[in-house]
């Protein structure tokens, strides 16, 4: 197995400090951007102040719309890369210290693992902040020996081909239900606001999120886009739902490191490596590691996010705490309509 080794981390300089006279590809990668700021339409963001409207879904328009365009005209795919997709708040902590451990398995001592000094976020780089930084960072990232591990939150349809085709990446998808993803990410997206925009109520958030109004949403047209792509090409993506890894995180670790094409050895199931596993990188665990108490995330120049942070409860259920009954069934409702013919079903 390649050894794994994560990209250097993010700079400061932001895509604009490229001499843009260099390079005519980025300069119409800036221009595609900035008439997608000036002519889009706009609705009231949760973290920010506002989302742009761009083919079907909502971006906030710096970071997120930014980083789509630039890998959208620039990335550069391997057939080798794997890509944890997930909509915000669905579980991508979690799958991410899974993942590093899993294909890591026979590099690392579990007792001086990575994953106890570095957060999973350091060990798994997030694509859609880290690509459009600054050449010296896309270098680094072009030089990255394969197998890459890369995270994104980008939706299915916004992904260049050379990701989504045939010979492009492999993907692992996680959804969650909608109602623990709103309360989830309403909570979350509060905690990082600037402290000049008001607060934004469950009641606004919830009006938003039912409208498709949210980072990277709708959430529905989210989760079917992976859901579809998994029904057309199953080895190419593994769809998978928070509440089965909850339920079951031996027999989804298992499956998922068959799917990474490194199965557990009869060996390694009777020393216990996958209860190991699941050990190392459970909420219990990684939640009371120093790294994650007092550490954070630049993810660009405007948003640093204390790692504590992506450590909440971890719960299934939780936004019962949350919702009235009659929030609940107009969610439930809408995610029936949402999925209707699609055979897909949200665990609960």
């Given at each position: ?6 990209p250097?981390?993010l700079c400061?300089?932001?895509l ?5 006279k260099?390079d ?11 008439e ?12 920010t102040?506002?989302?742009v409207?761009?083919?079907g879904?909502w971006?906030a328009?710096?970071?997120a ?7 959208q005209?620039?990335?550069k795919a ?8 997930t909509f ?8 991410r210290a ?5 294909i890591?398995?026979?590099r690392y001592?579990?007792?001086k693992?990575?994953?106890?000094t570095?957060?999973?976020?350091d060990c ?7 690509i ?12 990255s020996?394969?197998?890459r ?6 939706p299915?349809t916004?992904?260049?081909?050379s ?9 692992i998808?996680i959804?969650?239900?909608p109602?623990d993803?709103l309360v989830?990410?309403w ?6 606001r600037?402290?000049?925009l008001?607060?934004?109520s469950?009641?606004e ?5 039912c409208?498709g ?20 090409t ?8 928070y509440?089965d ?5 031996l ?7 068959e ?6 050895s009869?060996?390694?199931?009777s020393?216990?490596?996958?209860q190991e ?5 459970s ?10 108490r ?7 120049r405007?948003?640093i996010?204390?790692?504590r942070h992506?450590f ?8 019962e ?12 409702e809408?995610?029936a ?5 699609s055979g897909l079903?949200?665990?609960?």
């Amino acid at each position: 197995m390649a050894d794994f080794v994560a990209p250097s981390p993010l700079c400061d300089n932001t895509l604009e400090s490229y001499d843009e006279k260099q390079d005519l590809d980025l300069q119409r990668t800036l221009e595609r951007y900035r008439e997608t700021l000036r002519s889009f339409p706009i609705g009231k963001g949760w973290m920010t102040e506002h989302l742009v409207h761009y083919q079907g879904f909502w971006l906030a328009p710096k970071a997120a719309l930014k980083g789509v365009i630039w890998i959208q005209d620039r990335f550069k795919a391997r057939p080798t890369d794997i890509v944890l997709a997930t909509f915000p708040k669905t579980g991508t902590t979690w799958l991410r210290a899974l993942i590093f451990a899993t294909i890591n398995r026979t590099r690392y001592d579990f007792s001086k693992h990575p994953l106890l000094t570095t957060g999973p976020h350091d060990c798994f780089p997030f694509l859609d902040a880290y690509i459009y930084e600054n050449d010296q960072s896309v270098s680094n990232l072009d030089a990255s020996p394969s197998p890459r591990l890369l995270s994104t939150h980008i939706p299915y349809t916004l992904l260049p081909d050379s990701m989504t085709n045939s010979s492009g990446c492999s993907f692992i998808y996680i959804c969650r239900n909608p109602k623990d993803v709103l309360v989830s990410k309403w909570l979350f997206m509060n905690k990082l606001r600037p402290k000049e925009l008001p607060p934004l109520s469950l009641q606004e958030a919830f009006e938003l999120f039912c409208q498709g109004i949210s980072h990277y949403g709708p959430y529905w047209d989210h989760v079917l886009g992976y859901w579809n792509g998994s029904l057309e090409t199953p080895t190419k993506i593994l769809f998978l739902k928070y509440e089965d890894l909850k339920k079951e995180p031996l027999a989804v670790v298992k499956r998922l490191a068959e799917f990474l094409g490194h199965p557990f050895s009869l060996e390694e199931e009777s020393m216990g490596v996958i209860q190991e596993i699941v050990r190392l990188c459970s909420f219990e665990n990684l939640s009371n590691l120093e790294v994650n108490r007092t550490s954070a995330q630049k993810f660009s120049r405007d948003i640093i996010v204390d790692n504590r942070h992506f450590f909440r409860k971890g719960q299934v259920g939780d936004s019962e705490n949350y919702l009235t009954a009659e929030m609940i069934e107009r969610l439930d409702e809408i995610t029936a309509d949402k999925l209707i013919g699609s055979g897909l079903i949200f665990g609960s």
